[in-house]
């Protein structure tokens, strides 16, 4: 069954402005991991939290997990048009690396 | 050198043919996955593999049926191949939480 939601399910900003997307789970989780898919290719791992964490940091991007809301957001500074792309949150419950994935965001920065 | 690697990368076929997807990893990871796509991004979890043993198995129609001749490789053999199973087909592998995933191949069932 679907863990992760994320919303907006789409957004479109300009070439510098800052992206931020959001996701929901239901169950407890062991860590929650962002992917980045751009279009016709495969997913990338951006960024990994774990559950004892509440903030991390990755170049231009920043990930904040709340499990009391089991809600996660990543942030994306700065964006670039190279930026566009699909972004999943997916959520690892500790059972076989089994990751349950989101439906997605569609990213869209404008030049 | 590609890291996660699968072919075909389209395959278009008729309903009630039978087909094979095939992946390799030379990152040496000991885990390995298919994942489906569908048409609005879905991405769901089919099967696990961990040096060659069937760790996941989600609920998947028995027409599927993964293969894992040695930990570098996790093949996909599907039969009777149905207009439902168009999607865009992911192998990954794991060593660690973060998964690596291969380009995808786009099946598409007419």
């Known amino acids: 069954s679907q863990q992760g939601e994320e919303d907006p399910q789409a957004l479109s900003i300009q070439e510098g402005e800052n992206a931020t997307m959001n996701c929901s789970y239901k169950t407890s989780i062991n860590n929650l991991q962002w992917y980045r898919q751009n279009s016709g290719r495969g997913l990338v791992h951006l960024i990994l939290i774990r559950s004892n964490e509440r903030e991390k940091h990755s170049g231009r991007l920043r990930v904040t997990l709340d499990t009391s809301k089991k809600s996660s957001s990543l942030l994306i500074t700065a964006s670039r048009a190279a930026d566009t792309a699909s972004y999943f949150c997916?959520?690892?419950?500790?059972?076989?690396?089994?990751?349950?994935f989101g439906k997605g965001i569609t990213l869209s920065v404008r030049p | 050198d590609t890291a996660v690697s699968q072919t075909p990368k389209y395959l278009v076929t008729q309903m009630g043919n039978d087909k094979s997807i095939k992946c390799e990893q030379n990152?040496?990871?000991?885990?390995m996955y298919w994942y489906k796509q569908d048409s609005k991004k879905f991405l769901k979890i089919m099967f696990s593999?961990?040096?060659?043993?069937?760790?996941i198995n989600e609920t998947v129609p028995n027409r599927f049926s993964p293969k894992s001749p040695d930990k570098a490789h996790l093949n996909l053999h599907i039969n009777s191949l149905e207009l439902g199973d168009s999607a865009v087909y992911f192998c990954?592998?794991?060593?660690?939480?973060?998964?690596?995933f291969g380009p995808g191949t786009r099946l598409t069932v007419t």
């Open positions: 593999y961990n040096n060659k043993e069937l760790i």
């Open positions: 990152l040496g990871h000991d885990t």
């Open positions: 997916a959520t690892d419950n500790g059972a076989n690396s089994k990751l349950t």
């Open positions: 990954a592998s794991s060593q660690a939480l973060e998964q690596y």
